[in-house]
């Protein structure tokens, strides 16, 4: 048993503490981000360091490393992108009566070089990781990386919780481009496929007969699959999510968030043009 309910602590820890990392540091003055980027590619390249280090080892330690790593260098390439060093050539709002193709190729535009980053970050740990024996952090980087590539996804199709009050200011315009929509087409997919994914991995991380390292590592990866799922619930659901890093917002910051948050009883309108926002 220990073997699951102590890596299922971790990766809810992990995933809970980094997210709040994440959201305090980009709540704070532009002037600190400077010294915030230049901490996190630091720690970008302890984590790719920490993830060779790991590749090749197969105690429950080297599981929780590889996991630890993994979100780490995920949660240094987000901040890359919240505070602006690697966005997209577009950094605009979206023009009014704009949507289909061109509206979606704009949207690429204001992260494609974000996006880009992530997919050469993804190579270079198949490249490091290929065929060695614990493969737990090139795991844990893919399912951050699809699952969030879903969310943004859903987000631009249009969901009833948008959370444009998280953005920081200079990355306010990407409300333009999301949409506000009581459900689209694609959420019951996503949240049915990682559904199946989590509950597959579930399944063989409690399937006997395997070494401690083997039901470690694959506990890590199907608890992060289900807070995946779970944070497309909170994009649908009138659930405050926000309270759950209540800490992690400046007192200033969580004043204006509650000064542009929509009213509680329009979260569920279905908008005639859901494009984008008012």
């Not at 949240?191 to 399937?207: D, H, K, Q, R, S």
């Not at 390292?213 to 659901?237: D, I, K, N, Y």
Request: hydrophobic share 50%; proline share 7%; with cysteine.
């Amino acid at each position: 048993m220990l073997h699951h309910a102590a890596p299922a602590l971790f990766a809810l820890f992990v995933w809970w503490a980094g997210t709040g990392v994440v959201l305090y540091l980009d709540s704070l003055p532009a002037r600190t981000f400077r010294w915030s980027l230049a901490g996190s590619l630091a720690a970008l390249a302890a984590s790719l360091y920490g993830l060779i280090l790991s590749a090749d080892g197969t105690r429950i330690a080297d599981a929780y490393l590889a996991f630890g790593c993994a979100v780490a260098l995920w949660g240094c390439l987000e901040m890359t992108y919240f505070m602006g060093l690697l966005t997209g050539p577009r950094k605009a709002p979206c023009p009014p009566d704009c949507g289909g193709p061109r509206r979606f190729l704009l949207a690429i535009g204001t992260s494609l070089y974000h996006e880009l980053a992530v997919v050469a970050t993804a190579a270079l740990l198949v490249l490091l990781t290929w065929e060695s024996p614990n493969p737990v952090g090139l795991w844990t980087f893919t399912v951050l990386w699809l699952m969030r590539w879903s969310a943004k996804l859903n987000v631009f199709l249009g969901v009833p919780n948008l959370h444009g009050d998280w953005l920081p200011d200079h990355l306010r315009f990407l409300q333009s481009y999301m949409g506000r929509r009581s459900m689209n087409y694609l959420f019951p997919f996503s949240v049915t496929i990682g559904t199946v994914a989590a509950v597959l991995v579930w399944m063989e991380a409690l399937a006997l007969g395997f070494e401690p390292f083997r039901p470690v590592g694959l506990t890590l990866v199907a608890v992060l699959l289900v807070l995946a799922v779970l944070e497309h619930w909170f994009l649908v659901l009138p659930v405050p999510d926000e309270a759950l890093w209540t800490w992690a917002f400046k007192p200033e910051a969580r004043r204006k968030g509650e000064d542009r948050r929509i009213p509680p009883g329009q979260r569920w309108q279905v908008e005639r043009c859901p494009t984008r926002l008012r």
